[in-house]
Nanobody
Framework: QVQLVESGGGLVQAGGSLRLSCAAS????????MGWFRQAPGKEREFVAA???????????YYAESVKGRFTISRDNAKNTVSLQMNNLQPEDTAVYYC??????????????????????WGQGTQVTVSV
């Protein structure tokens, strides 16, 4: 059982930055596809970014259109962590942000990678609030 623990959420003014981190407790982290999703009040959970394992030591990154150019996902395999650097935050970015891990290698396509049901493990979520 992999446990994911997020940190780094908080309150920031529009135009500001936050960095979210997610630590995985165990497992072959280097082969996991890691994703970030978010859920705003009254809305469905949506894809934000993913760091997809392609085999060997190669990875790809994917972003939702709404965050491209502002958010950056990265991973540190030595520390079993994945991070999401969020710049130029806007009020519409306000949501609970969740880290997720695909430990069973089901993220074989772009569609699978951006779909929440692909992921096996989820963190508890961290609140990000952006004020005007």
């Amino acid at each position: 059982q992999v446990q994911l623990v997020e940190s780094g959420g908080g309150l920031v003014q529009a135009g500001g930055s936050l960095r979210l981190s997610c630590a995985a407790s165990e497992g072959t982290f280097t082969t996991y596809t890691m994703g970030w999703f978010r859920q705003a009040p009254g809305k469905e959970r949506e894809f934000v970014a993913a760091h997809k394992w392609n085999g060997g030591r190669t990875y790809s990154t994917y972003y939702a259109e709404s965050v491209k150019g502002r958010f950056t996902i990265s991973r540190d395999n030595a520390k079993n962590t994945v991070s999401l650097q969020m710049n130029n935050l806007q009020p519409e970015d306000t949501a609970v942000y969740y880290c997720a891990a695909d430990a069973t290698r089901r993220a074989g396509s772009y569609i699978a990678t951006v779909t929440a049901s692909t992921y096996d493990y989820w963190g508890q979520g961290t609140q990000v609030t952006v004020s005007v």
